[in-house]
């Protein structure tokens, strides 16, 4: 630890080298933490006239706390003794006798972020790496070494609430802007400027004692009568964005109205030490640490033993919807991409939606013009296959047609390289069917982006019987340069997310024809559930004949288990499409934003005005149980992936199942197989469908005892 963490004299001035040994990120762990107490408390009493703390870290200043050591806590005693000693050390800081200043280079995330606002001054680079910020929320706890007590009054009230409830992270210019930084400066000149700002200006001034100054009338108004207001419109946008579901920001907003103006630091400190002991004991904040460690599991089942190859140019095939979100985001990336579409019209549409995200990006002033050109020029079109005698990899997003898939797979690999890797698009067909039309089917698989491609994390990554490690390898590597979250699958139906998609909104058409209210159960799935949209909203954005149409084919390769709804015929026939043609489940304006229900729909798809015939309860279990059930199958008979981990990583990434709940099979070991199947023989009985059988793996669990999680690899 010592070689982690170094003094170093300079003139009057001490450096703090913040460079963990054998880690990638500097994080305050309990080693780190005792080592800095040293490091402060020789420092009391010393001849230096000021410290710096800086880090050598690339692209890092301080991570934050130690998340597995946080995760290894299980009573309130416990954390309550981790806080206070991460709140000792940044009094210490806080109470130093001479000037502390933050040099900051990288990303500077909660107990960093903390630390740096127990210093007197703080200096930013405005490399694109610097980001400084609270997300403490975001693992269902809240800042704890006086973040939620020192935000507001380095900020201000506003900007402190925001920085510590919302867990966005700051750029150089925002912290400039709010105080959070008094300066930012190009990155090779921290060093300097930083040393010669405290010789300058600093040491002579000494420590910092005023905080925040309101700017503004409006900012005066707000830091004192017109506090009141200040903390309700907060409340009402938490409740607003969370739903309820997450008590975190609620705490720590509590915690700051509690605090705020008091100048009582060690009451403050510990309240604030309360609020995040109570919060950490939630089941919300053991589920969402539990979705972190999914996303680190997520990295490691990703991983195939073979060596990824190099891609420096792709191609993508079809420049719809999909095709024109692919190349942007490969675009994105420094990858040199070619479109190829057989009509020009299609090309222009694909590439101005990729112009259109960028845009937006250059909107948010998150690139600049000159980048924003850069990435533009590494997309270019064509229809033909002129210059794919150089592309290393494919991406292939045609129509969703096999014999027409394979077709133009084997017409476009005759163009190419004969080692050129071709990864399908596709959301239903077979991937091992596919690369029938591929000469060298090791060298093809499926990578299933989501719609929106920008916006969605997950790519599921599927293998083919013939597909090579390296393949594999390589589309994973793909997925994660392009900043996605692969998850490997076996081909079948669906894959992984929609297979277990489709019984739940086949699930919901049943509901309707049993006379539910459309709005009461998208509602209950989004109010009370926590789903992003309802099961309705969801079929409309993904079209309504898309959805009768993958529903039939998965009738037929699940008989029995995959009853259709009576009415899919008549949806199909209705015309109505969903959000493509604005009419479907809602009423949509202009620009395709989903408005009410459409009240007509009803009796578009032959069905009297609702009746509302079931508790909510039972419509949620209904859809969530039978993605449980269905997802036995998939996972121990069918092992179309190999762990609980990947289903929950897939379907938080894929669906946006709700993260406190901690996934769906993390639910469903909550609520236990037995109550699962007890449930589901009660709908068995009440509606005398067969899709309630019990599944014989789900079956065997309640047998045994056994949770999905407790399933290892091996024993599935
Ligand atoms: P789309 O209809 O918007 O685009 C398909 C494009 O392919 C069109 O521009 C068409 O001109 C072009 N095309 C047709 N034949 C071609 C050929 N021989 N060579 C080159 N281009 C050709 O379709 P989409 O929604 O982008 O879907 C594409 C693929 O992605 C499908 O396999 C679909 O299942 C899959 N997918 C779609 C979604 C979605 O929500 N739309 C989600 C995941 C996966």
Known sequence: MESSLKLVPEKEIAWLILDLAGEKVNKLSTPVMNRLREILESLHGSSFKALIIISEKPGIFIAGADINEIRAMNSANEFDRAVAGGQEIMNLIEDLPIPVIAAIHGACMGGGTELSLACDYRICTEDPSTKIGLPEIQLGIIPGFGGCVRAPRVLGLQAGIEMVTSAKALKPQKAL??????KVVHPNLLRKEVLRWTLEEIIPKGKRHKRFVPRSLLEKFLESVGKTLVFKMARKEILKATKGHYPAPLKALEVIEKTYGSRDRTSALATERMGFCEMAMTSVSKNLLHVFELTEMGKKLAQVDAKPRKVEKMAVLGAGVMGGGIAQLAANVGVQVQMKDISFEALGKGLKHAQDLFLETLKRKSITTYEFKQKMNAISISTDYGGFKTVDYIVEAIVEDMALKQKVIRETVEKCRPDVIVATNTSSLSVTE???GHPRPENFAGMHFFNPVHRMPLVEVIRGEKTSDETVATVVQMCRKMGKTAVVVKDGPGFIVNRLLMPYMAEAVFLLMEGCDIAEVDNAFVFEFGMPMGPFALMDEVGLDTAVKVAKIFSQAFPGRMELPGIMDQIYKSGRLGKKNGSGFYQ????????????????AFGLKAPTKPHQMQDCIDRCVFLMINECSIALIDEKIVNTAHEVDLAMIMGTGFPPFRGGLLKYADTLGAQHI???????AKT???SRF????????LVQSGRKFYDLEPANL
């Open 177 to 182: 802007k709010t105080g959070l930084v008094d």
């Open 693 to 700: 059988q019990l599944a014989p793996p789900l079956r065997q």
């Open 434 to 436: 596919m690369a029938k």
């Open 687 to 689: 509606t005398g469908g």
């Open 677 to 683: 199947a007890s449930r589901l023989d009660q709908f």
């Open 588 to 603: 949509y304006d202009a620009k395709g934003k989903r408005l009410d229900v459409d009240p007509t729909c009803y009796e």
